[in-house]
């Protein structure tokens, strides 16, 4: 689980989150919903200790440093090494932790072979999100964290997505944000809300009685 303990978080003088407590529970998808801006990749980036925060983020009662090789985030836009092959890519953002056969074949999962030799510099949307769901198989992490990760992925990818994450959650903690109700109402156990400067977790038989996008309209309604 990730568990946010007390956690606040301000820009200057605009407070993106009061002090909150919430448990993203173990071996499970939360789906973490709310309107553009309201601070979710904010989230991310704090639970990712890249940003400054005031109280504290667990994971299974352990600050981040203790299980940082544990973690993967999956960002909207997808950094990585553009005058890289993805192949090479692949290989730098293992670690050495995969032989060279292994990355390859889970590569070429997502990728045609000639689309994993190219540069990632010539890339569509797509294709990048892609190279980064086969270093999350590769990496195998057990907390992991995806921003929009449905954007730029087809019907059929994204089908298959859902049947990975739902294979993935045995063993890892995932997180996800999006807009694409969905492909979200597929994959979502737990579901929880990003107001104005709050997280409220929507309790589960109003998500048995209403759809992604109803729940989102009342939650938000005042935001």
Not at 81 to 107: A, H, P, W
């Amino acid at each position: 689980m990730i568990e946010l303990i007390d956690f606040q978080k301000q820009y200057k003088h605009n407070t993106i989150y009061e002090p909150t407590n919430t448990v993203f529970p173990g071996n499970s998808i939360s789906f973490l919903m709310g309107k553009n801006g309201c601070g979710k990749t904010t989230l991310m980036k704090c639970i990712g200790m890249l940003e400054n925060y005031g109280g504290s983020i667990l994971f299974d009662k352990q600050p981040l440093p203790a299980v940082r090789n544990q973690c993967m985030i999956i960002w909207d836009d997808t950094p990585c090494c553009q005058n890289l092959s993805g192949f090479q890519n692949l290989m730098l953002l293992s670690e050495d932790k995969c032989s060279k056969k292994e990355v390859r074949q889970t590569g070429e999962h997502y990728l045609k072979h000639s689309v994993l030799n190219r540069k990632v510099k010539t890339y569509s949307y797509g294709q990048r999100k892609k190279l980064m769901l086969a270093l999350a198989d590769l990496l195998k992490p057990k907390y992991l964290l995806m921003d929009e990760i449905s954007n730029g992925l087809d019907a059929d990818m994204m089908d298959e997505l859902a049947a990975h994450l739902n294979s993935m959650k045995q063993h890892c903690t995932i997180i996800l944000t999006g807009h694409q109700f969905g492909f979200y109402e597929k994959v979502a156990e737990h579901v929880f809300v990003k107001g104005k400067t709050t997280v409220t977790e929507v309790p589960p038989e109003e998500c048995a009685a209403g759809s992604l996008e109803e729940i989102y309209h009342a939650y938000t309604a005042q935001t």
